[in-house]
């Protein structure tokens, strides 16, 4: 597939933007990543209806990225097409009784809707204070804390599949595990979302989110980073994993293991996706020697095309 050519037919009926040649690292947290060939960013749902036409006849790879929180993007360059959802980022409210039900596009900051519910009293949202990234990453995701996810809101989720058809599942008609979803092994993107969330006082709201937030401040939030890389083994925490292993502060070029979690590894400078995956592993090998736990990756890595 050749960049410009396929630029060239989409820009015939796209209104959202489309570059060629475009460094993925400043559109992720950790800010690590190579280029990629064509990056656009859709910005209604016809626009997505026509790249998936023509994905159809022109068969190129396609990754879709978020908020860019929770990837790690390989330094070579992506051969194919990066879909970014941030400008699909609708927001809709309708109050019945005690309930909000909102239908919000899949490119909105999840803090977003947070701030949102803090502001007006629903109830619902609140451990996601301080989670990073899009609600249609967190949807597919299945985003959350300990014991509380974001499929816990949520009513039904809209996709668009290869062929560019629209389907709105219920959510009882999906399957939904920890940090993740069966909207994974789907070949369909994420386009929207029905959120349910209940009536509450905004003090109960703000208390709520509080504790979230304490919680959260063990953790390195002002570096570089992609939020927790490993999930954690079943009844076990895989920060304490690698922190009794000795982890923290282990360094692969100016990728190192946050002193303060040991969960994040964080970007000190000029990291690259080669240090990052080399200071997984490094970590993986150490955890399992000493531990016997074999940790599994949080982040997805963006694969070559
Ligand atoms: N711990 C250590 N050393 C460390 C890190 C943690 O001993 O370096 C211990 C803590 O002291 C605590 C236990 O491990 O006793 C659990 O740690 P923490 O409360 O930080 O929770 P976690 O299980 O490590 C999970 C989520 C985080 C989320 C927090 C909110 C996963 C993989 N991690 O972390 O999510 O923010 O709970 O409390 O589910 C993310 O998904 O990106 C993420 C950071």
Redesign the pocket.
């Known amino acids: 597939m050749e960049s410009r050519y396929l630029s060239t037919i989409l820009e015939k009926h796209f209104i959202g933007p489309i570059k060629l040649d475009i460094s993925l690292g400043p559109l992720t947290t950790l800010g690590v990543g190579g280029k990629a060939d064509v990056c656009l960013w859709p910005a209604t749902a016809e626009d997505l209806a026509y790249l998936y036409r023509i994905k159809a006849q022109e068969a190129f790879p396609l990754y879709i990225l978020g908020g860019g929180?929770?990837v790690i993007i390989s330094d070579k360059t992506l051969h194919g097409v990066v879909l970014c959802t941030r400008y699909m980022s609708s927001f809709s409210v309708e109050r019945q009784s005690d309930k909000a039900y909102i239908e919000v596009g899949a490119g909105l900051p999840l803090s977003h809707l947070v701030a949102w519910s803090h502001r007006y009293g629903f109830s619902g949202l609140e451990?996601a204070i301080?989670?990073?990234g899009t609600v249609g990453g967190a949807v597919v995701g299945n985003?959350?804390?300990?014991g509380e996810a974001v499929s816990q809101a949520i009513l039904w989720v809209e996709t668009v599949d290869g062929e560019g058809h629209v389907c709105r599942w219920k959510k009882e008609d999906l399957e939904w595990g920890?940090?993740t979803s069966e909207l994974r092994d789907k070949d369909v993107f994420v386009s929207s979302c029905g959120i349910e969330l209940r009536a509450e006082s905004i003090e109960l709201v703000e208390a709520k989110m509080n504790e979230?937030w304490i919680?959260?401040s063990?953790?390195p939030y002002h570096y570089k980073s992609?939020?927790?890389?490993?999930?954690?083994p079943e009844g076990e925490?895989?920060?304490?994993l690698?922190?009794?292993s000795g982890c923290?502060g282990l360094r692969v070029g100016d990728a190192i293991v946050?002193e303060?979690?040991?969960?994040?590894i964080l970007n000190a400078g000029q990291a690259t996706a080669a240090d990052i995956l080399a200071l997984i592993e490094k970590c993986r090998k150490i955890v399992m020697e000493r531990t016997g736990y074999m940790l599994e990756l949080?982040?997805r890595i963006f694969e070559l095309g």
């Open positions: 929180s929770n451990f301080g989670i990073p985003a959350g804390v300990k920890y940090r979230h919680k959260r063990s953790q992609a939020g927790c890389i490993f999930k954690n925490s895989a920060g304490r690698l922190d009794i923290k946050s303060a979690h040991a969960n994040f949080e982040v």
